[in-house]
């Protein structure tokens, strides 16, 4: 008879399956928020958004990844708008607007991305995991210096800026998650401006 067969996934945790990779990190950020990042397992996240272990694999290759959401899309999107800044805008303007653009998120996600942030920059087990992230990151701002200032993205200059531009986001993160009121991307700008303001009279 029609309805006689429960939905295994379903029935399993309780809720009807998850559509998305948000509603996936939405699920793991509450588990995390409740009992911990480290004794949360790949196994409680799946069971809480409704989903086997092989669909949360094709979402993230590991926990450590539900933290970082999808940064490699972002990032690949950063690559792409870096190289189509024009070439006579000052480059910490195209740093600024490369900042504010990676950072920019929807009102609606806002209070997961406070969630995500506070894992990054709080939790011990992330740390190691970020640091890849990081340089992942700066490389993509370094090769964009070098190619602006006709140099290679190891050299001295490009990887200062990368840098301080990572240093600068994160200061920028940190003010945003000590004030609910504030707006993200307004941050973003003041420290990069702060930067630059610091720099120019060094």
């Not at 409740?34 to 092989?54: C, K, P, S, Y």
């Not at 000052?90 to 609606?108: C, G």
């Not at 640091?131 to 993509?140: D, F, H, I, N, S």
């Not at 701002?141 to 600068?168: C, H, K, M, N, W």
């Amino acid at each position: 008879m029609e309805g006689s067969m429960p939905d295994p996934v379903t029935n399993r945790a309780g809720r009807r399956p998850v559509t998305s990779r948000s509603e996936v990190e939405h699920a793991a950020f509450e588990l995390f928020a409740r009992q911990g990042f480290e004794h949360t397992t790949v196994d409680d996240i799946a069971q809480a958004a409704g989903i086997g272990r092989r669909t949360f694999f094709r979402y993230f290759p590991s926990k450590n990844d539900v933290a970082w959401g999808d940064f490699e899309s972002q990032l690949a999107l950063m690559r792409a708008r870096l190289a189509e800044a024009p070439a006579d805008k000052p480059l910490l303007q195209v740093i600024s607007d490369a900042l504010v653009d990676f950072n920019r998120v929807d009102p609606a996600e806002a209070p997961w991305h406070r969630r995500r942030m506070e894992l990054i920059l709080t939790i011990p087990a992330l740390q190691a995991h970020s640091t890849l992230r990081y340089a992942e990151w700066r490389e993509v701002l370094a090769e964009f210096v070098a190619t602006r200032l006709g140099s290679t993205p190891d050299s001295l200059a490009p990887q200062a800026i990368a840098y301080a531009t990572l240093g600068v986001a994160l200061s920028a993160y940190e003010q945003w998650l000590r004030s609910q009121d504030a707006e993200l991307g307004d941050l973003m700008r003041a420290a990069v401006h702060e930067l630059g303001a610091a720099l120019g009279t060094a």
